[in-house]
Each structure stands twice: as C-alpha cells, then as structure tokens.
C-alpha cells in the first residue's frame, strides 16, 4: 500500500478534481462487495489521505488551475509548485522503493509573494506532511536538498515564519500503538560541543516488520537543524551514532521516526538533547 502514497499526494496537490474510488482511502481491494470499514486491510491510510483533504481545504493555491514543475535531476521523483499570493506550495513525491537524495531547484521568479524576497534573510520551508521546517535564505532555493525515504513525500509551504503543529485536542493513544516501542535517553547528555552522541531505540509490531527511521533535531523555535539520512531497521533494539558536529550550543528537541513498510504502521518519540 505505500506505493500508492506518492500518487495519492500528486493528486490531491495538482490542479483538477482528486478522484478517489470507495475505499481507496483504506487500501480496499474488493471490486463491487461490501467495503468493510471496520477491518480496513491498510487502516493507516485513512489519516493520510484526512490530512491530503484538509490541506486542500485549508490553502486555495492547492485548488487552483496554476501548477509550475520544479526541476530535481532524480529518476522517479516529480516535484511541482502550486503557486499563489504567500501560499507558495511545493509537493516533492518518490515514487521509488529506496531511499533517494534529490535536490529541487525552486526560481524564486515562481514565486508570488506579496513582498520581495531579501537576500540574507531566512524563510521557511514548512513540511505540511511531517510536521517539519527547513530554514532557507533565497541563495538556498536554486538548490535545496532533500533525503525522502521509500515512496516518502514532502508537502512545502514556503514562509517567512516556521510553523508548528496545532493540538486541537487530547486524547489516549488506541491500545497497541507504542507497544514495543521504546525511545531511551541519549549518551552522553549533555554532548560536549562538535562530539557525538548515540541514540537507543526499541522498534515492536509483528514479526518481520521493518521501519525507514529518520531522526531530526529541532531548535526551541521550531526549526529542523539536522536531520538523518532514512535507514531500514527491523524490528528490535538499535543504537545509532549522531553526529552533532557545527550544532550550536543550546537545547533541542530530538524527535525519532519510524515510518513501517508493507503495513507495519507509523511510531515517533521525542527526547530532549543538550549541546554545552
């Protein structure tokens, strides 16, 4: 089901009519029975294609006819601007089975915005998708660098203020959704300045689930200051090695996440990480 991910965000992100067929949104594969919505086979897809549908509701750029493709140099990887008055929106989607770096070239012609850009000062990329920003100056934007895991997409608003997640309410987690899951406490803690610290995780679900993991630094004002490289993990424990060399001093929340193959769901924990 994850290969279908990117095309669902291609088509609820570029002009025209998103055409969804019933039960598309929960991985059915029955032609005319009954959709069973109760034990839907990919459950984890109807949040996704939720959160598609609000995005288009929310941002007019996203519902209009302008659509400007993005040159990225990668096989497999279509990337686009939806341009609009300060709602500048650019989808990147792999289409691939494997992790792929891709650098987009984003003219800053194509953008429309109600104000000049100013060189040297810092814009946002904001990950509508995964609630994560890229600070940019309009130097970076003739080449911005991405690492997208499997069939990963990222959904971008450009901005001149980093965004952050909106908890609309509060509630207990279902039964199962961190079981076997477990993110420990960084060594060292605090990190000496330009050294390394490990990272210990514990990845559950079922037998033969496999993860693409990624972890990202964030600053106190929201902004992603490093992020990993995604790596396939199976289930169970792992360390990995993070290399805080040119992180400032200060404190930063360190957030690990696993996105599951063929099914195996979606996990991701923070910590906090001090760099003296």
């Keep these: ?28 594969r029955g032609r005319r029975n009954r ?28 519902r209009s006819p302008w659509i400007n493709r ?3 140099g990668t096989g497999g990887v279509y990337s686009f601007l939806r341009p609009m008055v300060d709602q500048n929106i650019m989808t990147i989607a792999n289409f691939r089975d494997i992790v792929v770096p891709v650098t987009v070239e984003l003219p800053v012609t194509d ?32 080449a911005l660098n991405f690492d997208l895991a499997p069939y990963q997409s990222r959904v971008l608003l450009f ?8 908890v609309t309410s509060v509630r207990e987690l279902p039964t199962g959704t961190t079981q076997g899951f477990t993110l420990r406490q960084n060594y060292p ?5 330009g050294s390394p610290t490990t990272i210990h ?46 992180i400032p001093a ?13 099914g195996a769901g979606f996990w991701t924990e923070v910590i906090g990480v001090t760099v003296l």
């Design 159 to 166: 901005s001149d203020s980093a965004m952050f997640p909106l």
């Design 189 to 193: 803690n605090p990190v000496p300045s």
């Design 111 to 142: 953008l429309d915005v109600s104000a000049p850009l100013e060189t040297g000062r810092t814009y946002y990329l904001n990950d509508l998708m995964n609630d994560s920003t890229f600070a940019v100056t309009m130097d970076d934007l003739s």
């Design 1 to 28: 089901m994850n290969r279908t991910r990117p095309g669902a965000v291609v088509m609820m992100t570029a002009p025209g009519i998103p055409l969804i067929y019933a039960g598309q949104e929960i991985g059915w």
């Design 250 to 262: 200060g404190h930063y929340s360190c957030r690990v996440i696993a996105h599951g193959m063929a």
């Design 35 to 62: 959709i069973n919505f109760t034990a839907p086979p990919a459950g984890e897809l109807l949040p996704f294609y939720s959160k598609l549908a609000g995005l288009r509701s929310e941002y007019r750029s996203l």
């Design 70 to 72: 993005l040159a990225n």
């Design 201 to 246: 995780y514990e990845l559950g679900g079922s037998e033969g689930s496999r993860y693409m993991v990624e972890i990202v630094l964030i600053d106190q004002l929201g902004r992603e200051v490093h992020r990993t490289p995604a790596l396939d993990r199976a289930r169970g424990r792992h360390q990995q090695l993070l290399d805080l060399s040119g």
